[in-house]
């Protein structure tokens, strides 16, 4: 084996480019490698979705993960003020029929975890039907560029001395001694083995994907083939984000790496499902579907709550996996996963559900022991 390094991420999405500037600036690493299967940093899971930075009106079925956005929503703004976009009013309305939550639930609720909220003014409940809408809130919620993060994450690493294996796979983990072994497929086609102290798997979708003798997740999985259309939204619109809430319903919201919106629905997006099965790749699966558009629909429906946004002009869709615990299905809650594999020594599992989880995933790391 060659090139030893104190540690290894697997996965360039967010959390892996945060979780490897991590280990150098607050855990005094030095031997970094980060190796990522696409050509870019943050271009899959990271980059394909609502852009949301959560501040906990989207989770009123579960308390502890509302309560976690709203501790993370202001470490996420001030540790990267270029990637967040904030100059929009962001509306949250409640359905009068098919919502799991009513008006009166849902200020309960925002007053019990600390969210600020107003009734929305009249130009605003105007753009609802009051048939479908029982009632309009601005609250306090933003946007992130993923090519700003992007940005900051290449700039980062290069400064702090990661080395960055791009368009690079991790096929095999096993135990050699007091290191693991990873062995793994280079850009060029040639194969690599490094020993590592320790190992970080954030491949998101691609978790259980990895072979040799790491051992699968504890915690079951659940994918999701998702579409995420961009639109062009109109005038009335330009300068809002609206979620309507808390069932079959959407939301629009600006998609600042595009100066476009993204439109999701809650029936429409997710397009196929599936359990997680190690040996069947969730990505294999995406290339492999017809992706076909359901924007239609999700226009058709959504402008029956907001007229508006039947002038849409539609762009493109993001197609991706989304990957959910399957425990958390019962209250729609995004926990982190974060496991530990000690048979193979210091080797972690790492999953977030949204980007402000990484405070969650960093306060965990900050209690293990870790050598170089």
Request: glycine letters at 8%; proline letters at 5%.
């Amino acid at each position: 084996m060659t090139n030893p390094r104190d540690a290894i991420v697997v996965g360039g999405g967010f959390y892996g480019t945060a979780i490897a500037a991590y280990l150098v600036e607050r855990r005094g690493l030095s031997r970094v490698t980060l190796v990522e299967r696409e050509a870019d940093l943050l271009s899959r899971a990271s980059y394909a979705n609502q852009a949301r930075v959560h501040n906990g009106y989207h989770y009123p079925r579960s308390f502890t993960t509302a309560y976690r956005s709203r501790v993370n929503l202001p470490r996420f703004v001030g540790e990267y003020p270029e990637a967040v976009t904030s100059d929009f009013t962001k509306v949250y309305a409640i359905g009068r029929k098919s919502s799991k939550v009513t008006t009166a639930q849902f200020m309960r609720f925002c007053r019990e975890v600390g969210a600020s909220l107003v009734p929305a003014p009249r130009e605003v409940r105007e753009l609802f039907d009051p048939r479908l809408v029982e009632s309009a809130f601005v609250v306090q919620e933003y946007a992130f560029d993923a090519l700003a993060l992007r940005r900051r994450a290449c700039e980062r690493l290069a400064a702090l001395g990661v080395e960055t294996l791009l368009r690079s796979s991790v096929t095999r983990l096993h135990r050699s001694g007091g290191a693991i072994r990873v062995c793994g497929q280079s850009a060029d086609g040639s194969g690599f083995e490094h020993a590592a102290a320790h190992v970080f798997n954030c491949t998101y979708s691609g978790l259980n994907q990895v072979g040799g003798e790491r051992p699968a997740t504890r915690t079951g999985l659940k994918h999701e083939i998702t579409e995420v259309a961009l639109v062009r939204a109109p005038e009335p619109l330009a300068r809002l984000g609206i979620t309507v809430m808390d069932g079959p319903f959407f939301s629009i919201m600006p998609f600042p790496a595009r100066g476009l919106h993204s439109l999701s629905h809650v029936r429409y997006t997710p397009h196929r499902s599936f359990l997680d099965e190690r040996g069947t790749d969730p990505y294999a699966r995406l290339d492999e579907y017809a992706k076909a558009t359901r924007v239609d629909r999700m226009i058709r429906d959504a402008s029956r709550y907001v007229p508006a946004i039947r002038e849409a002009e539609y762009r493109e869709s993001l197609f991706e996996v989304k990957t959910v615990l399957r425990k958390s299905e019962v209250d729609d809650g995004r926990p982190i996963l974060f496991e530990t594999h000690a048979e193979l020594g210091s080797c972690h599992s790492i999953l977030g559900g949204k980007i402000d989880n990484i405070y969650d995933a960093i306060e965990i790391l900050d209690g293990l022991s870790m050598s170089k």
